[in-house]
């Protein structure tokens, strides 16, 4: 957002001279938006970008002279700063992958809906000038040391177990640290933190999303489900169709509040790169990119590993992980790390029956089996983590753990190679 007027200015391209006129009209009335240009193909967009350098680019993905992915490149090379949004007729993963790579922020359908547009534009526009600390209502501005670490749990390929993963290392986090731990369900469609945690109540995101210019420290305990862990659960909607009504900028905003009231928030995010998931993972501080060795979920982490530079997600901030590590599968750990140019973070065993029954039984496996390899494995991701996020001053209670989870690790290790 410009610092002179206040309002978000946009550049729109687009080959067709009808879907321009239609787009501008469409943000007429946001007092907040502006449109100060249009270009009818990517060179011109380009230069008009140069000229006007505006926060936020509408750009199709095909047009003449040069295509938008193509501009998209050059604008962010020439013009840092701009955010670009690319739109299509076509929705497939490929197209949006391409937009991703080049620098796009987000990836809209055409003919986008005018609300969605609209929102797409504001929380783009938001990335272009540095983020500022949203504050709690009610409460003071928080040091930035005393701000709470978001660490969210993705895969780009589901059935590899990020919600196991997410309320166990929740736990072990607690059981590491004693210190504050929330566990967040961030998947507004599909959530299962519930069943994991076998967690039941009335009050769910919802009750902070539709209040989020109002939360401050009695609402957030209000709304956070205390568990026998003394993890505190934010449980996700209850049904898809209000869960898909959140915005991201709620969520952003949610988010933030809790980072003020605990050490460590745990987010158990969906398999999407929808906009709800992209900013959770703009926000953490931590992304754990959770895998296992099979072919179809290390294509997909290896193309979310190339998204992530245009995605500025520096290498600081991913931690690759590996879950159900099998040296039986026929791929071996270090093959899979080669490939990646990138070490596993931490490695967990494969129990998928004990995994299975503790899930249904709703008692992570590190609470009811902590002598368990693979709960075991996870305290050693958990202490990683503390180590990750804590490089300078440890906790008290964090160093034993750290000190001997090691071993366990490299135990893990050689049980993955010793058969190759």
């Known amino acids: 957002m410009s610092e002179s007027d206040g309002k978000i200015h946009v550049l729109i391209a687009d080959d067709i ?38 926060e936020v680019v509408l750009m ?23 955010q670009v949004i690319i739109m299509s007729v076509q929705n497939e993963q490929e197209y949006l992958r391409r937009a991703m790579l080049a620098g796009a922020r987000e990836y809209l359908i055409k003919p986008p809906d005018t609300d969605e547009l609209v929102r797409s534009i504001r929380h783009v526009a938001k990335l272009s000038a540095p983020r500022a600390t949203i504050p709690v209502a009610g409460g003071s501005e928080s040091k930035h040391a005393e701000i709470g670490k978001l660490i969210a749990v993705f895969s780009p390929k589901g059935g590899v177990g990020c919600t196991a993963i997410s309320v166990n290392l929740a736990v072990a986090l607690r059981q ?15 959530g299962d933190v519930d069943v ?36 505190r659960v934010l449980l996700g909607p209850p ?46 501080d931590r992304i754990l990119v959770l895998m296992t060795l099979e072919l179809t979920t290390i294509k997909n982490v290896r193309q979310f ?28 750990a270090e093959s899979v790390e080669s490939q990646m140019r990138r070490r596993f973070a931490a490695q967990i065993g494969n129990a998928a029956h004990d995994m299975t029954l503790a899930l249904n039984q709703g008692v992570p496996l590190v609470m009811d ?28 209670h964090a160093k034993p753990a750290v000190a001997a989870q090691p071993a366990a690790s490299r135990g893990l290790f050689g049980r993955l190679t010793a058969k190759h």
Do not use: C, W
């Open 176 to 190: 590491l640290t004693s210190k504050k731990v929330a566990i967040v369900d961030g998947n507004m469609v599909f």
């Open 239 to 284: 049904d898809g169709q209000s869960g898909e009504a959140i915005t991201p900028e709620q969520l952003r905003i949610v988010l933030e509040a809790l980072r003020k009231q605990f050490d460590y928030v745990v987010i158990d995010t969906a398999t999407a790169y929808d906009d709800r998931t992209l900013s959770i993972l703009d926000l953490a």
């Open 60 to 82: 199709d993905i095909n047009m003449p002279e040069m295509d938008g992915i193509a501009a998209t490149e050059a604008i962010m090379v020439q013009v840092p700063g701009t």
């Open 196 to 231: 994991a945690m076998d967690t039941r109540a009335n009050k769910n995101i919802l009750d902070l999303t539709n209040r989020a210019n109002d939360i401050d420290e009695q609402l957030i305990g209000d709304v956070m489900v205390p568990h026998a862990s003394q993890v």
């Open 305 to 332: 590993l190339e998204l992530a530079v245009p995605l500025g997600y520096g290498d600081e901030k991913l931690m690759l992980v590996l879950n159900k590590a099998d040296s039986r599968l026929g791929i071996k």
């Open 17 to 54: 001279a009808e879907t321009r006129d239609i787009l501008e009209k469409a943000l007429y009335f946001e007092k907040d938006i502006v449109v100060v240009a249009k270009a009818a193909n990517g060179r011109e967009a380009v230069q008009l970008a140069r000229q006007h350098r505006p």
């Open 369 to 396: 089996r902590r002598n368990h390899q693979v709960a075991k494995d996870i305290l050693n991701l958990a202490a990683v983590m503390v180590n990750s996020l804590t490089p300078v001053v440890k906790s008290a």
